[in-house]
T-cell receptor, first 110, second 114 residues
Framework: DAKTTQPPSMDCAEGRAANLPCNHSTISGNEYVYWYRQIHSQGPQYIIHGLKNNETNEMASLIITEDRKSSTLILPHATLRDTAVYYCIVSREYGNKLVFGAGTILRVKS | NAGVMQNPRHLVRRRGQEARLRCSPMKGHSHVYWYRQLPEEGLKFMVYLQKENIIDESGMPKERFSAEFPKEGPSILRIQQVVRGDSAAYFC????????????FGPGTRLTVT
């Protein structure tokens, strides 16, 4: 699985958009980009995933560059409850294990 | 639809005892994954199972650890002769048979070895 690089931490003001970047320059054609988050010590929570097109769901939007070497997770209106560690993971499709890196600690501040 | 359930949520064992961690996947899910999170470290994959089969155990320590997912009942992660270094949070995740790409995680079992 391709390796990902994320900034160790970011701050965001409550109510503003949080944009979390991820580099995955060695991604291969059949690998998806997944985003998960872990709030405090809870179990990780799936957020969104994509292959090449931009994706949006009720939680977030995922923007993948045309060359697929990087992506950005966007939380449109961050709240205090979005404070968590966010993990960008590149993996083949269904059935494969998830390889978690260090992630980005997002702190949402009032 | 209840989420992934894990029990116990907290488990304390003395060195040398056995620990049994249980995971009930979401209804209709036949794929189970176990991950471990050591204190102040990231999540590490341990094992991937389907009903009655171990598919990938590349992350399992070679000794003392075993996992099963029987035809009936929960998946079990078993740690024999626990040592202090086994103290960690153990998370289970499940995914359905086909057609989805995300894993749903349980709340975890915190194992403390004294």
């Amino acid at each position: 699985d391709a390796k990902t690089t994320q900034p160790p931490s970011m701050d965001c003001a409550e109510g503003r958009a949080a944009n979390l970047p991820c580099n995955h320059s060695t991604i291969s054609g059949n690998e998806y980009v997944y985003w998960y988050r872990q709030i405090h010590s809870q179990g990780p929570q799936y957020i969104i995933h994509g292959l090449k097109n931009n994706e949006t769901n009720e939680m977030a939007s995922l923007i993948i560059t045309e060359d697929r070497k990087s992506s950005t997770l966007i939380l449109p209106h961050a709240t205090l409850r979005d404070t968590a560690v966010y993990y960008c993971i590149v993996s083949r499709e269904y059935g494969n294990k998830l390889v978690f890196g260090a992630g980005t600690i997002l702190r949402v501040k009032s | 639809n209840a989420g992934v359930m894990q029990n116990p949520r907290h488990l304390v064992r003395r060195r040398g005892q056995e620990a049994r961690l249980r995971c009930s996947p979401m209804k209709g899910h036949s794929h189970v994954y176990w991950y471990r999170q050591l204190p102040e470290e990231g999540l590490k994959f341990m094992v991937y199972l389907q009903k009655e089969n171990i598919i990938d155990e590349s992350g399992m320590p070679k000794e003392r650890f075993s996992a099963e997912f029987p035809k009936e009942g929960p998946s079990i992660l078993r740690i024999q002769q626990v040592v202090r270094g086994d103290s960690a949070a153990y998370f289970c995740a499940s995914s359905p048979q086909a057609g989805t790409y995300e894993q749903y995680f349980g709340p975890g079992t915190r194992l403390t070895v004294t």
